[in-house]
């Protein structure tokens, strides 16, 4: 058995993450995100401001964990200087490495003198260019996701400094997310490039396949539409002793766009199997309890990506686009006032119904995010243990305790069961 266990690495997603910080901080072992710069390879994230830097870095070194700067687009020369006072900035607040593929990038980590993480955009697919990487004074290296686990044990045993492979989330059906079809579609305005960070998704869509040649009895063709690039999400939960076994030494879950239940859940799930495996409670059971879970966040259904074979037919979701978690989360209210000295919050409820036991989120625009458990509800002053079913046109007003002061300006959600019907967008 491995002595040391990987790091868990997971995404952050502005500061909405981390208002519930206990969870998330103490589940993983560092966190990677992007700025409010033109260098993030999720340009539509809630990334943070320049200013927030600092008291980001302090918040998680505080907690003795670690955090990486994403600066991995491709770089365009108008931008080396702004490139370079980002990286200079990051070196200076204390972030512990930046992750980049263009050149550009990694000789100005170089020069500044920030460790770089070589991402997974460079496509390292062999051991030659690993070495070349290495050589060049990378601190880790991001392999392709189109390494099988051979191939990723064959690179680890062979390099002197760690790789780093995603284990959780959303994958792209290009080679390695460097793709051209979203730029492609829209005339290659780089407000649309995957490789900006801007991809606008069109593999997630509906095509239709149709034969434009001649009538040819020897071809047997039926037209047919659907989602042929839709690929599933990776789920490795089922694999983490044959991943550390590997000599990964990093597990990354993908998911800088996703919501804090996601993020939290993700989190939670892949700790706890990994601190299972060294403690000899890892098995089928506990794998099966963290799918379930995990099933309950955002996912677009679940394969294992290249580790075991090339993907097939089976690992695209043809008929299913977008989430399907099997927990639906609804605007049910807004908060209309807050009360410092009892501790509660007032609410228009419009949708839905409460219950005492029922998990709420209150968050903003503002990148608040807070979640707990109603524990009182009180209409009029007296006390309640549920609410009737509301509308819209009868909301009704509420008097629930909170845990945290609860900005004026927060709305309420709650996770209600997603049908089969609700989850199903059958094509026709």
């Known amino acids: 058995m491995p002595s040391k266990k990987p790091e ?11 208002h519930n910080s206990s969870t998330v901080l103490d589940s993983a072992d ?3 995100f992007g700025l409010q710069t033109n260098f993030s390879m999720r340009a539509r994230a809630d990334n943070f401001p320049i200013k927030d830097l600092l008291k980001l870095i302090e918040m998680v070194h505080d907690r003795g964990k670690k955090c990486y700067l994403t600066t991995n687009i491709l770089i365009y020369n108008t931008e080396m200087v702004e490139l370079y006072q980002t990286i200079q900035l990051a070196h200076e607040s204390g972030v512990d490495a930046i992750i980049c593929h263009d050149l550009a990038a990694i000789l100005i980590a170089k020069e500044v003198g920030i ?3 070589v991402s997974t955009q460079a496509n390292i697919s062999n051991l030659l260019s690993a070495k070349f990487y290495q050589e060049l004074g990378a601190d880790r290296l991001i392999l392709a996701r189109e390494l099988d686990l051979n191939d990723i044990k064959e690179i680890a045993s062979k390099l002197d400094i760690p790789i780093e492979t995603f284990v959780h989330g959303a994958m792209c059906t290009a080679v390695s ?7 492609e579609l829209m005339d290659f305005n780089p407000d649309f490039s995957a490789n900006r960070g801007k991809c606008v998704q069109p593999c997630r869509r509906n095509y239709t396949l149709e034969f434009t040649g001649e009538e040819n009895e020897k071809i047997d063709f039926e037209p047919y539409s659907g989602m042929f690039f839709n690929a599933k999400d990776l789920c490795m939960i089922g694999h983490i002793s044959e991943l550390i076994e590997a000599g990964i030494s990093s ?3 993908e998911g800088r766009m996703r919501d804090p239940e996601y993020i ?3 989190a939670k799930c892949y700790r706890e199997a990994i601190d299972s495996y060294f403690n000899g409670t890892y098995s089928q059971k506990r794998v099966d309890e963290w799918l379930s879970r995990l099933s309950k966040v955002f996912n677009r259904g679940f394969h294992l990506g290249f580790y075991f074979s090339k993907p097939g037919s089976d690992d695209i979701e043809r008929t299913i686009r977008g989430n399907q978690a099997k927990l639906r989360k609804i605007q049910i209210g807004k908060v209309t006032n807050y009360y410092p000295a009892a501790s509660a919050v007032e609410v228009q409820l419009f949708q839905n119904h409460l219950e005492i036991g029922d998990t709420i989120i209150f968050e903003n625009k ?7 458990q109603v524990k009182s509800l009180q209409i009029e002053g007296e006390s309640i243990t549920n609410t009737k079913k509301m509308s819209t046109t009868q909301p009704i007003i509420v008097g629930i305790k909170v845990s945290k002061k609860i900005p004026n300006t927060a709305v309420i959600y709650k996770f209600i069961k997603k049908t089969t019907s609700k989850m199903k967008k059958k094509i026709d």
């Open 8 to 18: 868990l690495l997971v995404p952050l997603n502005g500061w909405k993450t981390l």
């Open 30 to 32: 560092a966190f990677y």
């Open 115 to 117: 460790p770089f993480h």
């Open 177 to 183: 997310g460097r793709c051209y079809l979203s730029a």
């Open 251 to 253: 597990f990354k879950v």
């Open 264 to 266: 939290e859940t993700t």
């Open 366 to 372: 503002n990148g608040f995010y807070h979640k707990q």
